[in-house]
């Protein structure tokens, strides 16, 4: 009894499916429905087969199978519901197997099993049907492994490809540095970063200390006109103080001014970046370097550059509007946030 109620149950999900997939899959909202009942009638089908085909061997109707019976249901169980997936998505004309596996099925839970065997057409048919549709699923499955191979050699093959070219890219960025010999330090200073990698970084830097005049270069590019107003890309400031974070100048004394014009400049362009919530230039500022160059070789200074930073502490104090673009404001927020604590350090400990 309990058999043939899963039987009626499997049959249902089944058709259930079959009419699923032979309509065509819709888009938008309607594709989100669609999966879902096709999640839903799938994993039923899955479920109340697999529960029919456990009656069924625990109810003798595969005792005509000698040897490693449960190993074998549970093989056929597998490829039947593989063959059924692909047959009803691709190939409905394999269905005629379904009708033969049924019918054997339904055959052998209500037939008399008084000696453990199955009438010898009802045996063959179902044969037959676990025979194609392991053939079947074989088939199903190699290809999908033989994809999963080509798809993964693929990928390692890309791997290595970018690998190399990253490899090469280096190889050709570290050369360039090297045998650099522009009059203008600007190509070198981008290196300078501390975030930049630590090879290229200290050839840049070693290379930009072979310049005899690298300090009034640098002066040169804290003291351009107009840097309040230019686009960030273009203020090579930027690069300056990410080669004084950590590399001592000969006369520090020559970079008063040039800082104090630099702090003007920063309370200008963070006051500006800060009300217009379209603007996220607040990067270009790089305070964090900015404060461990001050601290680094320029602290005796420091009362030169008080009234600057307490102004441009004033300015990040600010409320300011929330950014218009929703993947930057959480960084926006963050680098504003790691500015304001950079300042207020360094206030703290240049009383």
């Known amino acids: 009894m309990f058999g043939n109620i899963l039987f009626i149950i499997t049959l249902m999900f089944y058709s ?84 033969l596996v049924f019918a054997s099925c339904f055959y052998a839970l209500n037939a008399q099993h008084n000696e453990g065997f199955l009438h010898s057409w009802a045996k063959l048919s179902m044969q037959i049907g676990f025979a194609a549709s392991l053939l079947i699923a074989v088939g199903i499955w190699g290809a999908w492994s033989k994809i999963r191979v080509m798809h993964a050699i693929h990928k390692i093959q890309s791997k290595i490809a970018s690998l190399s070219y990253r490899k090469a890219e280096y190889q050709a960025t570290l050369d360039k540095i090297i045998n650099y010999n522009d009059t203008s330090i600007n190509g070198l200073l981008k290196f300078a970063e501390p975030k930049m990698d630590k090879q290229l ?53 020559k970079f008063i001014e040039p800082i104090k014009y630099s702090l003007k400049v920063f309370a200008i362009r963070a006051e500006h970046d800060m009300d217009d919530p379209y603007k996220r230039e607040i990067w270009s500022l790089n305070l964090q370097s900015f404060c461990r160059a001050l601290d680094f070789q320029f602290k005796e200074y420091a009362k030169e550059f ?13 409320e300011y509007p929330q950014r218009m673009s929703k993947d930057h404001r959480k960084w926006y927020d963050k680098t504003i946030k790691a500015y304001r604590i950079a300042v207020k350090k360094w206030l703290d400990a240049n009383l």
Not at 69 to 87: D, E, Q, S
Not at 202 to 231: H, S
């Open 16 to 99: 259930l499916l079959a009419n699923l997939l032979s309509k065509p899959r819709p888009s938008g909202d309607y594709g989100v429905g669609y999966a879902y009942a096709y999640l839903v009638c799938g994993a039923g089908f899955i479920i109340s087969s697999g529960l029919l085909a456990w009656n069924m061997n625990v109810n003798h109707c595969f005792d005509w199978v000698l040897h490693y019976r449960n190993v074998l249901v549970f093989i056929g169980w597998i490829a039947f519901v593989t063959m059924t997936f692909w047959a009803l998505e691709y190939h409905r004309v394999f269905i005629l197997l379904h009708v």
């Open 201 to 253: 970084r200290e050839n840049a830097i070693a290379k930009i200390k072979t310049y005899a005049n690298k300090e009034e270069q640098m002066i040169a590019i804290l003291t351009q006109k107009n840097l309040a107003t230019i686009w960030a890309y273009d203020d090579d400031s930027y690069y300056v103080y990410a080669y004084l974070d950590g590399n001592r100048v000969e006369n520090p004394e």
């Open 306 to 318: 008080r009234p600057g930073m307490l102004k441009l502490q004033t300015v990040l104090a600010a």
